[in-house]
């Protein structure tokens, strides 16, 4: 049930912090029940079955096939890798700036190559930013790991390695093409490289909740893919 549960939450792309308000329970009660450490109630079951709108012999079966297939530990690693070269000289970064970057590397890194880094990630067009479907769940699972840190400063939530990155899943070529990305955003503020994005075909043409075809970032120059002008 537990890998189930996690299944349909990230495949309709809520967080871990959203499943606990609409059950009505602390974050850690509800990573509790998705790690299968806690047996969840059947007034929990059967509102978990009627928000993703499946029975509950198919939250239980434990089968359910993932809407999205990728390498998790890969993208866990670029995320880190991020924050590594792209965070102020404090070590931090906002996490808006950070799913910003994540997306010009992984279009940029299409563009030049004709597929994402990723390898199967999907995005979508939300308020502020063009994000990968699982950014808020893997932020989730990176802390909960004890990988990185986060803290409210503000309104804005900053984001921390607590140890060097390990990059063991990414080539040579791209972790010099995510430095390279990073270091051309360094100094810039988070308004900038919101605005940038946004200034991009994949989020002019796609309408509020849709996914963004990669195929679109092809029609940039190639000046605009992840270069601030």
Request: with cysteine; net charge negative.
């Amino acid at each position: 049930m537990t890998s189930t549960l996690r299944q349909l939450r990230e495949s309709r792309w809520f967080t871990q912090d959203q499943m606990a308000v609409y059950l009505g329970i602390s974050r850690p009660t509800y990573v509790r029940i998705e790690s299968g450490r806690t047996d969840m109630t059947l007034p929990q079951a059967q509102k978990i079955a009627e928000k993703f709108q499946v029975s509950l012999d198919v939250l239980v079966s434990d089968t359910l096939v993932s809407a999205q297939k990728f390498d998790k530990e890969k993208y866990k690693q670029i995320i880190t890798a991020c924050i590594q070269h792209g965070a102020s000289e404090d070590g931090k970064i906002t996490k808006t700036k950070l799913a910003k970057l994540v997306y010009l590397i992984d279009f940029g890194w299409f563009y030049d190559h004709l597929e994402p880094m990723t390898q199967g990630i999907k995005y979508r067009r939300i308020a502020q930013w063009p994000v990968p479907d699982v950014f808020f769940s893997v932020i989730d699972e990176l802390q909960e790991q004890g990988d990185i840190n986060l803290e409210l400063k503000w309104v804005a939530q900053m984001l921390q390695n607590n140890e060097s990155p390990s990059t063991s899943k990414l080539s040579a070529d791209e972790l010099s093409f995510i430095e390279d990305v990073c270091r051309a955003w360094q100094g810039r503020n988070t308004k900038e490289i919101v605005d940038f994005t946004h200034d991009q075909l994949p989020w002019k043409v796609c309408y509020p909740d849709e996914e963004i075809p990669f195929s679109l970032i092809t029609q940039e120059d190639p000046e605009h893919v992840y270069q601030p002008s």
